[in-house]
């Protein structure tokens, strides 16, 4: 299971724990456009944006440990 969907399954069932700190990939996340796509080159300067100005972090700490004890 991608690592950043175990963190979130973690936080959200308390009968699951996760053993370990092992990170095999570091993988970024897609986003599929039709080729040739008006957004593609808006979609990425946001998200890169958003990455940089530390808002994806802040939105992962929110979500994910919302319901952790």
């Known amino acids: 299971m991608e ?5 979130y399954q973690v936080t ?3 009968n699951l724990t996760r053993v370990g700190n092992v990170v095999l990939g570091s993988n970024g ?3 599929a456009l039709p080729k040739g796509s008006k957004w593609r080159e ?3 300067r946001q998200i890169l944006d958003l990455n940089e100005k530390g ?7 929110t979500w994910w440990k ?3 004890q």
């Open 55 to 61: 808002i994806i972090m802040m939105m992962k700490e």
């Open 42 to 44: 808006k979609l990425t």
């Open 66 to 68: 919302k319901n952790q």
């Open 12 to 14: 959200q069932n308390c």
């Open 3 to 7: 690592s950043a969907t175990l963190d």
């Open 29 to 31: 996340y897609s986003i």
